[in-house]
């Protein structure tokens, strides 16, 4: 299995519409990947491990598939659809991260 992770980091400005990701953004990325899209994770950084210290990340968005090979099929040919939405809950450049998950 692998994990396809979407990190927003947690810069100078940054804002992020929690309530827009998770019933707009995530339902459609869920609807377009189908089921190649095996499950999916959603976390909002509280803080980082000082106290007082603000996260890394202000959200991490976490999509798991049965290989590299599906994620690619699945979201080919929605890419463009799904990023184009990025603006409407955030003002941040995520960073993505295709993992092999071991536990």
Do not use: W
């Amino acid at each position: 299995m692998i994990k396809v992770s979407v990190f927003y980091p947690a810069v100078a400005g940054a804002t992020f519409d929690m309530e827009y990701y998770l019933t707009k953004h995530v339902p459609m990325v869920q609807k377009l990947l189908g089921t190649a899209c095996k499950g999916v994770a959603f976390e909002q950084g509280l803080r980082g491990v000082k106290p007082g210290s603000p996260p890394t990340y202000v959200a991490m968005g976490h999509l798991f598939f049965d290989s590299v090979s599906d994620f690619l099929t699945s979201f080919g040919s929605h890419a463009a659809a799904i990023v184009a939405d990025v603006p409407n809950y955030t003002n941040v450049q995520p960073i993505m991260q295709i993992s092999d998950v071991k536990i």
